[in-house]
């Protein structure tokens, strides 16, 4: 089944016939919200709020863990993951829907593992590629059909947050190879990749990034590109989802994360 999380803006998804909406517990605490199950364009999907229903998560404050944990729990093999970002590269502009294809991580402080209990085998997992190519060619697929613009393939550079970024630091992200930044696009996407659960992301360009744009960040250009955004975002899932819900069957489950002797 495909499990999707949505960012900010995306609190449900059009279309999607909810089925159940169910609280998990997890070992980690309770996830963002309830998971809703249902099916969106007749494929299977669980939905999860990364924010919470009303929005009360900042980014850091996230239980990524127990997000990630309670999918898989409840059935996901592959996830989807939409987010609202800042725009660096040149062709992200805002209202651009950008599948990347690799990240950079800056944040820190967040629990960012499953494997850090005492006493726990060391386990280090394969990060070469944060995204699964096939999947992000199916989403390129169902918005070249639906003839929705996207931009294929960028860096996204986790930031810490809840602030944005200084213009110095924009600076820094774009020579270090960001194409759009956010903040919470880690550890959500090591923690899927420690569960073995294959993850494509959308992100939603809402605003320049910081000294990119005519003066700073503004919350009400963010928020009238999220409504928008959103809504194609909507488009984009409706039509992708049925064929990532047939590769998904297609393939073999990723490769349990093997332990380490030292
Ligand atoms: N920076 C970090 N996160 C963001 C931004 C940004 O400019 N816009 C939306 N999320």
Redesign the pocket.
């Known amino acids: 089944m495909i499990g999707v999380i949505g960012g900010?803006g995306v609190y449900s998804l059009d279309g999607m016939r909810v089925d159940a909406s169910e609280q998990c517990a997890t070992p980690y605490g309770p996830p963002s919200g309830p998971l809703l199950r249902g099916e969106l364009s007749g494929a299977p999907l669980l939905f999860l709020a990364r924010h919470g229903p009303q929005h009360h998560l900042p980014p850091h404050q996230v239980n990524y863990r127990a997000n990630i944990w309670a999918l898989r729990e409840c059935g996901a093999t592959a996830l989807v993951t939409i987010?609202?970002?800042?725009g660096i590269r040149g062709d992200c502009r805002p209202s651009a829907l950008v599948l990347p294809d690799q990240i950079l991580d800056y944040t820190w402080g967040r629990e960012h593992t499953f494997f850090a209990g005492d006493g726990q085998a060391v386990v280090h997992v394969d990060f070469t590629e944060p995204y699964d190519a096939e999947m992000r060619d199916a989403l390129a697929r169902a918005a070249a059909d639906n003839k929705l613009t996207v931009v294929t393939g960028g860096a996204y550079a986790a930031?810490q947050?809840p602030r944005?970024?200084s213009a110095a630091e924009i600076v820094r992200l774009e020579r270090d190879g960001a194409a759009v930044?956010?903040?919470t696009a880690m550890p959500e996407a090591s923690l899927a990749r420690e569960l073995g659960l294959r993850l494509a992301a959308v992100n939603i360009v809402?605003?320049p990034?910081?000294g990119k744009g005519d003066g700073g960040?503004s919350m009400d250009e963010?928020h009238r590109r999220l409504a928008d955004g959103a809504e194609r975002v909507n488009r984009l899932l409706a039509r992708a989802l049925p064929a990532l819900w047939t590769l998904a069957q297609s393939r073999e489950p990723l490769p349990a994360p093997v332990p380490q002797n030292g």
Do not use: L
């Open positions: 900010s987010a609202a970002v800042g930031m947050g944005f970024e930044v956010g903040m809402v605003n990034a910081a960040v963010i």
